[in-house]
């Protein structure tokens, strides 16, 4: 069973801080999601990663495959980035299919202006 | 592009009532999964479609809990009996691809808004 572990679980920051919150994972995975979720509930998909780093904008995910980690990072953070961050890993075993994401719990991001 | 359209974004109702959440897919997606989102469990993957047929409907809590996929365009999730502990946000999400694909690094996932469902 893949266990996925967020940190932190609750963040506050200033505004134009580095924010960076880290996702680890227990088994081989062949993709890590990172997500969004809004203030208003909506879910979005920022980031699908299988190895190296993708930036968009302010915000830049990394993995490490061997240490099964990743992290999203975001610079120069703003109110608005103010969300709940969760991270999801699609375990080999599930056949590499989303019908295995495990999700980890979120992390709270307050930016402060 | 409207995205996935869920409906309705909130639902009160009384223990016992039947209760029916709606999901419209991106058109030319194949993959539907339903969600649901509590505090104490995060997010949990409850049933998906590919081509409108059930793959894998293990993580339906309950006999109380069914799902359809009539067409493409167009999911229903339904709980009767409805209970209390049911109360929770139900995301659908959408992708492209063979479902085993899905979700992959080719075919992400595109989320509704949520029907959040408070049961008295």
């Known amino acids: 069973k893949n266990e996925v572990e967020q940190s932190p679980q609750n963040l506050t920051a200033q505004e134009g801080e580095f924010i960076t919150i880290n996702c680890s994972y227990s088994?081989?995975?062949?993709?890590l999601h990172w997500l969004q979720q809004h203030p208003g509930g909506g879910i979005v998909s920022l980031f699908m990663l299988s190895s190296g780093k993708k930036k968009h904008g302010r915000l830049i995910a990394t993995i490490n495959i061997q240490e099964k980690h990743s992290s999203l990072h975001i610079t120069a953070s703003h109110p608005r980035d103010s969300a709940v961050y969760i991270c999801a890993a699609q375990p080999m075993y599930s056949g590499g299919g989303a019908d295995g994401l495990t999700f980890g719990k979120g992390t709270h991001l307050i930016i402060q202006p | 592009d409207a995205g996935v359209i869920q409906s309705p974004r909130h639902e009160v109702t009384e223990m016992g009532q039947e209760v029916t959440l709606r999901c419209k897919p991106i058109?030319?997606?194949?993959?539907l999964f339903w969600y649901r989102q509590t505090m104490m469990r995060g997010l949990e993957l409850l049933i998906y479609?590919?081509?409108?047929?059930?793959?894998?409907d293990s993580g339906m809590p309950e006999d109380r809990f069914s799902a359809k996929m009539p067409n493409a365009s167009f999911s229903t999730l339904k709980i009767q009996p409805s209970e209390p502990r049911d109360s929770a946000v139900y995301f659908c999400?959408?992708?492209?691809?063979?479902?085993?694909?899905?979700?992959?690094?080719?075919?992400?996932?595109?989320f509704g808004n949520g029907t959040r469902l408070t049961v008295t």
């Open positions: 999400a959408s992708s492209s691809g063979d479902s085993r694909l899905a979700g992959g690094v080719d075919s992400p996932l595109h």
């Open positions: 479609f590919n081509n409108n047929v059930p793959i894998d």
């Open positions: 058109s030319g997606h194949n993959s």
């Open positions: 088994v081989g995975i062949s993709a």
